[in-house]
């Protein structure tokens, strides 16, 4: 392999891992919250939300029942009825934890947490019945894997590659 094939290689890997890493940090600025049914009783799930400041959280009734995203305490949150197969977005400005309940179904409560600008959100709650749909990562971290260590190997093969201006 040539210098100018190796330091292309390198530069490839290093945009490819650049790409991922800036993709991996604008994916916590929403949240989404499915109201499903199991075992003949409503529910929000997950039961914790997650999002940054800034960030919007988007409720989808999967139910065959209207219901509502209404604050437990405060006015942060306050839906019309959500009927079945409706959504309802809300966008956060400032941190903290907002605990919030179907006016409806009043049994139906959950929360959402709003984490500062930058803070990374710990695993989803599994708790709750449904688990939450949530992007499969799992490509974007072999392709920034892959993307990174052909860098470093193009980039080891360079240093061992001595420069001959006579070679093209």
């Known amino acids: 392999m040539g210098h100018r094939q ?3 290689l390198a530069a490839v890997g290093a945009i490819a891992a650049l790409l991922m890493l800036i993709g991996s940090v604008g994916a916590a600025s929403t949240s989404s919250v499915k109201i ?7 529910h929000f799930s ?7 400041v800034g960030g919007s959280v988007t409720w989808t009734n999967g139910s ?3 219901h509502t995203v209404t604050s437990d305490s405060g006015t942060e949150l306050g839906s019309a009825t959500v009927t079945a197969g409706k959504t309802f977005s809300h966008t956060f400005t400032t941190t903290g934890t907002f605990q919030y309940h179907c006016t409806i ?3 139906m409560v959950a929360k959402v947490v709003v984490l500062a600008a930058g803070v990374t959100a710990p695993p989803t709650d599994t708790s709750a019945p449904l688990a939450a ?3 499969n990562d799992g490509p974007a971290l072999i392709l920034f894997l892959v993307g990174l260590s052909g860098g470093i190997l193009a980039l080891r093969r360079f240093r061992r590659t001595t ?6």
């Open 105 to 107: 179904h009043t049994y």
């Open 133 to 135: 749909e949530r992007p």
């Open 64 to 66: 065959d029942a209207p």
């Open 6 to 8: 190796s330091v292309g």
């Open 36 to 42: 499903g049914e199991a075992g003949g009783k409503y």
């Open 46 to 52: 997950p039961a914790t939300a997650f999002v940054n």
């Open 163 to 168: 420069y001959d201006p006579t070679e093209r």
